[in-house]
């Protein structure tokens, strides 16, 4: 009786083994654990998400699997997870930039490669790949470069800040910061959106400027939300705005809403901050390239001259409301 | 032997908005004495030990506690300087146990050492012959019991003074014995006890002297032995009182074809009453007797739906009808007056006007509100039968005296005009006059034809006013007593035979 | 006078830091209160305050219901707005030609959509006596995606001229719609307080649950009522704010607002613990933190010290309306009134004496 239950065991384990393998051999997948943030947490990462779903597909030969949270130690649950799965690459867009060191070393002891996508994180560059990250400076410096290209006399700014110390707020106050400092431009208000980057607490900025009476050309917010707040600001004090009127308005992230509202001349310019680092990466995993250190995307800056249908579609975010419907 | 004076109070004067509270009294506590403080409700005796401890200021006077001038910021500084005391509204926390009722925020060091305060709970519970465990939950323990155990937590081994503000109003025969017992061992100790009630054989009890107060005045300080019990009435009401014995009693209006206004049939609730009928009729006076736990009130609770209703059949003047909430109970007719005067009956924040429209106001409906110079009317009319000392209609009420609020409890029941009224303890807290005053209403409405239920400590009350009286012993109805046979002995024998006449029909 | 001020002596505080704030504003510019005609409206810092606190207002006062019967907070009141908000606009996209009927049912819909959520909070605090803050917890942590999932996992946009007048101005009325939509909102609560017995039986509730129950009140379904009602607060106040925003943004839309709308419960001299309620003061509390909000920006106190700032002056106010403070003043006051009795002693004895005397009488 034992050992006729022995030889069934065999059996078994002998038969599972061999489909297992036969598995693992048809499919001839490339395996990727991706390990991100929920499409609910922004529009950003809503795009972010859809594009990882779209260039990670079975169809281009990727077996992935995904984690989006919110919750840093779930993260790095996964990630362990996808590294006992034995993936061949894993992305991670990390809910907290700290943390990772020893899953970073465990994954790359298993002689996986770690791809860090749109969030740094604060570790050893050996403990990982690569990173393909967004420059927020960079996006700063564009759009200040864009403000002093725009020909006034003088400018006098209003600088509404996204969540006060994130990698986002810093980056792009720095190069308005850097020019104020340099008697580029004058900085006649300086506010923020607060935690939730909120369009209300930008309108508040704007009106408390007007109600100063400060007088001002340029209004810098650190989104587009935030710089819709700040037009309505306008808007209800009979300020214009926008392409031939007073006060120039730049706003970030390429929501399609925004680019609308530039195209149709209500704003007059957008900054990019890319979501889509997919495309990027599946580039470097199908050719063998693989970069190492600290990648920045190329990120563009749209004005009322430069842009378009087409790019408003393709580098887009967010829903559309079609074209010439201003977004008030 | 000259007694040592521990606590002197000269000319203290207290006023809340729109009363003198008190007004230039002294009072002088003697070491090893025990005091009765006496006055009608309102007089101004809590207000006065309130005062002592430190929970109200005083606005002007002097309080030396041997021989040294003391001004209480808070009551835990009276208790630190030796003095207890037992409010008259239990301040406990329902949701702690017993043992952490009696001793937290008393030790002064942070870390509590759990068993042995429970050990120590459990000595001072068997010492004072507290039914309750240490670890149970207050709100699990009766009133009387939650009485007691306040009285446990003030009493400290070595404290000066006590300060019982109506201790007893809950307690039992047996009980208000054994604190007494606690009393005299105290009092042989040298310390200084003042006692407030208003049974004043208590008072003749136990009390070697007397301070009466009328109106936040002083009448006087008197020995306890030089004065009668006409006199001390005399003095606290400013007048002579009308003989209760003259109360005529009142017999239900029956004949063979009248239909009872309320009869239950296998009455059950979730407070765990052995189920039991019960039979009012029109005009009729009737009481449950017993002894403290031996569920009169739960009783009462039972026939009103106040607790969750287990089982039964209710027929209202011959119709079946549905009594599963208070509200069902309200709409046919019936009235509660709670036991619980501060868990269950006033709500502490609002207006006396509002206190007393309430229940006549749900039963007028949600969308239907008195406007305020109805409710005002309403109000004036009550607070001038049952002469409630208040302000104004909108003092809130619980800044009332304990003896007013409970009076703006009862308009409240009589404003709606029940025909059946259930009365548990109404009388509690109430001053001597006021006591008849309630009395004489009860027979007042009854003649009107009210039904009326009323529930008592005090036997003697019950069998003033009632023409029946329903026994009780251990939850069970054990006995009922009519006629000649309405005398405290024959209920207390059938208490203790545990039914001599059953009539468990 | 005295009796008035006695009336309205829990609308102390609130008035008072209001006070303060005005004329700190004053000092600041003495054309504070200066208002002009923009584009047919009216237009100055208090247009700002009032427009910019509609939908707090709103929510301060299903905040102040719910506070007083059930003894505790729903913080998931900007979640419930965002979801009802998102429903309303998901129902004017789908209406190819948007007119004032689509607006009507939209937010009728999402009235029904705010009804629901309060109900579910309220049957958890109610039936299930789950502690407010935790019951509502639930709909504040997974909301959002709701919100998201409804919105069709984007932002979408409230571009029509109907919206764009209820987030602005109606044109040839001269005050921003949102301020017109909060004073028709207090007015009807106001005529719900005048036609119902709601403020007796929530005080009463709040106050003493086993009274309530014996004197005929169901506590349950009074404390059910309060979240239902808040459930519409949540409805107009979604409405305003998305139009207003003109897009909906199931992220960031009125995130923290239950922050704000606990302490304008709080500042208004409401207790948080239940009980008796002023919605006028929680109203005022309201526009307080609105123009407390805008104060700091007028002061141009820098973005990063900004919320400490916010925090140090709402810490002050806490601790000044803290019972132990109020109990200390009153004491103070005590005394003060004693000493001040001392001075008129004979006058006010004469007067109590004579009081009693007639009261025996009677
Ligand atoms: N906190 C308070 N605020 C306002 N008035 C008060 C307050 N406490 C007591 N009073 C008033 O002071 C007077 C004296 O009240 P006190 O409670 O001392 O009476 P009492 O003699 O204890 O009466 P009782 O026998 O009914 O308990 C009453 O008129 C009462 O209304
Ligand atoms: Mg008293």
């Known amino acids: 009786m034992k050992k006729a239950l022995g030889v069934l065991m065999i059996l078994v384990i002998l038969g599972s083994g061999v489909l297992f393998a036969a598995g693992q051999k048809e499919s001839g997948l490339i395996k990727v654990g991706i390990v991100n943030l929920p499409p609910e947490e922004s529009g950003y990462r809503q795009a972010n998400v859809e594009d990882m779903n779209n260039v990670f597909s079975v169809a281009n030969g990727y077996d992935a699997k995904q984690t989006n949270t919110l919750d840093n130690s779930e993260q790095i649950a996964a990630a362990k997870g996808y590294i006992r799965d034995g993936v061949d690459y894993l992305l991670i867009s990390a809910a907290n930039a700290s943390g990772w060191d020893d899953t970073l070393k465990s994954a790359k002891d298993a002689g996986i490669q770690v791809i860090l996508f749109d969030r740094a994180i604060d570790t050893n560059e050996s403990n990982y790949q690569a990173a393909i990250l967004s420059d927020m400076a960079y996006e700063g410096e564009k759009a200040v470069e864009w403000v002093l290209s725009l020909g006034l006399d003088k400018i006098n700014l209003i600088l509404i800040r996204g969540q006060m110390g994130s990698a986002a707020e810093i980056g792009r106050s720095a190069a308005v910061l850097d020019a104020a400092k340099a008697g580029k431009l004058n900085i006649v208000a300086d506010g923020t959106g607060g935690d939730s980057w909120s369009l209300e607490e930008a309108r508040k900025v704007v009106e408390a400027a007007i109600a100063a009476g400060k007088d001002f050309n340029v209004i810098y917010a650190q989104n587009d939300g935030m710089a819709q707040g700040a037009v309505q600001a306008l808007q209800a004090a009979g300020i214009s705005h926008g392409k031939g009127g007073k006060v120039k308005i730049i706003g970030f992230d390429f929501n399609r809403f925004a680019l609308r509202n530039v195209q149709a001349g209500y704003w007059d310019a957008d900054m990019q901050c890319n979501p889509r680092q997919a495309a990027e990466i599946s580039k470097w995993i199908k050719s063998g390239k693989m970069p190492s250190g600290v990648v920045y995307q190329e990120e563009l800056l749209l004005t009322t001259e430069t842009i378009s249908d087409e790019l408003i579609a393709k580098w887009g975010i967010n829903a559309d409301p079609g074209k010439g419907v201003i977004t008030r | ?505 | 006078m005295p009796k008035l001020i006695k009336h309205f002596s829990h609308l102390v505080l609130p008035v008072s830091v209001m006070t303060l704030l005005i004329i700190i504003n004053l000092i600041k510019g003495a054309d504070y209160f200066r208002i002009t005609m923009v584009n047919g409206a009216f237009y100055g810092n208090i247009p700002n305050i009032l427009f910019g606190a509609s939908e707090l207002v709103i929510l301060s006062i299903g905040m102040t219901l719910v506070t007083a019967a059930s003894r505790g907070q729903d913080i998931s009141i900007g979640v419930s707005a965002t979801i009802t908000s998102a429903v309303f606009v998901q129902y004017v996209l789908q209406a190819g030609e948007v007119t004032l009927l689509t607006i009507v049912v939209g937010f009728l819909l999402s009235c029904v959509i705010g009804l629901l959520l309060g109900a579910f909070n309220g049957t958890l605090v109610s039936v299930f006596k789950v502690q407010p803050m935790v019951a509502s917890l639930i709909l504040f942590t997974g909301g959002r995606s709701i919100a998201f999932m409804i919105d069709g996992k984007l932002s979408p946009i409230l571009a029509n001229d109907i919206s764009n007048q209820i987030g602005t101005v109606i044109p040839g009325v001269p005050i921003q719609t949102p301020i017109i939509l909060t004073v028709v909102f207090i007015a009807l609560v106001a005529v719900l307080f005048k036609t119902t017995n709601l403020r007796l039986y929530v005080e009463t509730v709040g106050i003493n649950p086993n009274a309530a129950r014996l004197n005929g009140i169901n506590p349950k379904k009074i404390i059910f009522l309060t979240f239902l009602i808040m459930g519409i607060c949540t409805a107009v106040a979604g409405f305003i704010a998305v139009n207003k925003a003109g897009r909906h943004d199931s992220v960031n839309l009125l995130k923290l607002i239950m922050m704000d709308a606990i302490l304008a419960v709080a500042i208004g001299g409401n207790s948080l613990i239940g009980g008796k309620f002023s919605i006028t003061g929680a109203i005022i509390g309201a526009y307080t933190i609105e123009m407390l909000n805008r104060t700091l920006l007028r002061l141009e106190i820098e973005p990063a010290t900004i919320k400490v700032f916010k925090a140090v002056f709402i810490i002050i106010l806490m601790v000044l309306s803290s019972p132990v403070v109020r109990v200390f003043m009153k004491k103070a006051l005590d005394r003060f009134r004693s000493w001040r009795l001392s001075i008129s002693q004979p006058k006010e004895n004469a007067l109590s004496t004579t009081n009693i005397a007639e009261k025996k009488e009677e």
């Open chain 2, 1 to 505: 032997m000259l007694s040592e004076t521990i606590l002197e109070m000269k000319d203290i004067s207290k006023s809340f908005p729109g009363v003198k509270a008190l007004d230039s009294v002294d009072f002088k506590l003697r070491k090893g004495e025990i005091h009765a403080l006496m006055g009608e409700n309102g007089a101004g005796k809590s207000t006065l030990i309130k005062v002592i401890t430190g929970v109200y200021g005083k606005d002007a006077g002097l309080i030396t506690l041997q021989g040294e001038s003391i001004h209480f910021k808070a009551p835990e500084e009276a208790q630190n300087k030796g003095i207890g005391t037992v409010y008259q509204e239990i301040m406990l926390c329902p949701n702690l146990t017993v043992a952490e009722n009696m001793f937290i925020g008393r030790s002064h060091s942070l870390v509590v050492n759990w068993k042995q305060m429970n050990e120590k709970a459990a000595q001072l519970l068997d010492s004072l012959g507290i039914p309750a465990s240490p670890v149970q939950e207050l709100t699990s323990c009766s009133l009387a019991v939650q009485q007691m155990i306040a009285i446990a937590r003030a009493v400290d081994m070595d404290c000066k003074i006590l300060i019982l503000d109506e201790p007893t109003s809950s307690l039992d025969e047996d009980e208000v014995h054994k604190l007494f017992k606690l009393m005299r061992e105290l009092k042989a100790r040298g310390v200084g006890i003042i006692f407030i009630t208003h049974f004043l054989e208590q008072v003749f009890e136990i009390s070697d002297r007397i301070t009466v107060l009328r109106n936040g005045k002083l009448v006087g300080e008197y020995e306890t032995t030089s004065l009668s019990q006409i006199e001390l009435i005399s003095k606290m009401l400013g007048n002579v009182l009308e003989d209760i014995t003259k109360i005529q009693k009142h017999e239900p209006i029956v004949s063979d074809t009248s239909i009872p206004v309320f009869e239950g049939i296998g009455l059950s609730s979730a407070a765990g009453v052995r189920p039991f009928n019960f039979v009012i009729q029109r005009g009729e006076v009737n009481g449950f007797a017993g002894l403290l736990g031996s569920g009169r009130s739960e009783s009462a609770r039972a026939i009103f739906a106040a607790d969750k209703v287990t089982g039964g059949e209710v027929r209202m003047k011959g119709k079946s009808v549905k009594i599963k909430t208070p509200l069902h109970a309200i709409k046919q007719g019936i009235g509660y007056l709670p036991e619980d005067r501060k868990g269950d009956g006033i709500i502490d924040d609002l207006s006396v006007r509002d206190n007393i429209i309430l229940t006549l106001q749900v039963m007028k409906g949600f969308f239907k509100p008195f406007s305020l110079k109805q409710a005002e009317t309403f109000a004036e009319e009550y607070i001038k039968k049952l002469n409630i000392k208040t302000p104004t209609p909108d003092t809130p009420i619980k800044s009332l005296s304990g003896g007013n609020q409970q009076k703006v409890i009862l308009a409240r029941w009589l404003l709606t005009n029940p025909e059946f009224l259930i009365l548990d303890e109404p009388t509690r807290g109430i001053d001597v006059g006021t006591k008849v005053e309630i009395q004489k209403l009860v027979i007042k409405l009854a003649n009107n034809g009210m039904s009326l239920t009323f529930i008592s400590s005090e036997i003697d009350e019950m069998i003033r006013t009632c023409s029946r009286l329903i026994v009780m012993k251990d939850r069970e109805i054990v006995g009922e007593l009519k006629g000649t046979e309405l005398t405290e002995t024959e209920v207390m024998n059938v208490i203790a035979q545990g039914g001599k006449n059953p009539c468990l029909n």
